[in-house]
T-cell receptor
Framework: DTEVTQTPKHLVMGMTNKKSLKCEQH?????MYWYKQKAKKPPELMFV???????INESVPSRFSPECPNSSLLNLHLHALQPEDSALYLC????????????????FGPGTRLTVL | AQKVTQAQTEISVVEKEDVTLDCVYE???????LFWYKQPPSGELVFLIR????DEQNEISGRYSWNFQKSTSSFNFTITASQVVDSAVYFC????????????WGAGTKLIIKP
């Protein structure tokens, strides 16, 4: 099973709402990622978790709050978002690197398309 | 600074034609990694290949092939006998020490295969 699942597929929220995006994988991967992708642009890395600990935070505003409750689950909590945060949010996972030390997102979920009104 | 250039914004070909997507990269490091990903209209990114800088052998996987040339800093991707299902945006990416081994993405090439 090489699947990363994400829920919901679509989300519309107001600027005062609190919502969460959920990501799940059962491949035993200990690295999980959140990416943000605007239309017609490449993905932008937001957060990386390895062994359920936050290892990379790409200067993301605090209105985005990630959480990794266990090795299979990754959440992204959203609060007081702005219209410019509307985008496709992609979750990904990968095995931890071997001797190369290279950590990269290998398996992606289908994404959550977020619209902030 | 590192950079990945995909000069072709959009390519349109008729099914069964061969098509090559260009990727040119810049890096100061001698150890680096190159990647290709496919993003079909459904939105899910699909990892296609990773190649390290010490392995210049070309790679073939079915109808897909990759030509890595360090002399021209290019890592081009060819689809042979294209099919409608190949229609997608294709991203080339680079990872090196300067980027702390995070992915530096090209802008992507939108490939349209017409029946």
């Amino acid at each position: 099973d090489t699947e990363v699942t994400q829920t919901p597929k679509h989300l519309v929220m107001g600027m005062t709402n609190k919502k969460s995006l959920k990501c799940e994988q059962h491949m035993g991967h200990r690295a999980m990622y959140w990416y943000k992708q605007k239309a017609k642009k490449p993905p932008e890395l937001m957060f990386v978790y390895s062994y359920e600990k936050l290892s990379i935070n790409e200067s993301v505003p605090s209105r985005f709050s990630p959480e990794c409750p266990n090795s299979s689950l990754l959440n992204l909590h959203l609060h007081a978002l702005q219209p410019e945060d509307s985008a496709l949010y992609l979750c990904a996972s990968s095995p931890l690197p071997g001797t190369s030390g290279l950590l990269f997102a290998k398996y992606f979920g289908p994404g959550t398309r977020l619209t902030v009104l | 600074a590192q950079k990945v250039t995909q000069a072709q914004t959009e390519i349109s070909v008729v099914e069964k034609e061969d098509v090559t997507l260009d990727c040119v990269y810049e890096t100061r490091d001698t150890t680096y990694y190159l990647f290709w990903y496919k993003q079909p209209p459904s939105g899910e990114l699909v990892f296609l290949i990773r190649r390290n800088s010490f392995d210049e052998q070309n790679e073939i996987s079915g109808r897909y092939s990759w030509n890595f040339q360090k002399s021209t800093s290019s890592f081009n991707f060819t689809i042979t006998a294209s099919q409608v299902v190949d229609s997608a945006v294709y991203f080339c990416a680079l990872s090196d020490l300067d980027s702390n081994y995070q992915l530096i993405w090209g802008a992507g090439t939108k490939l349209i295969i017409k029946p």
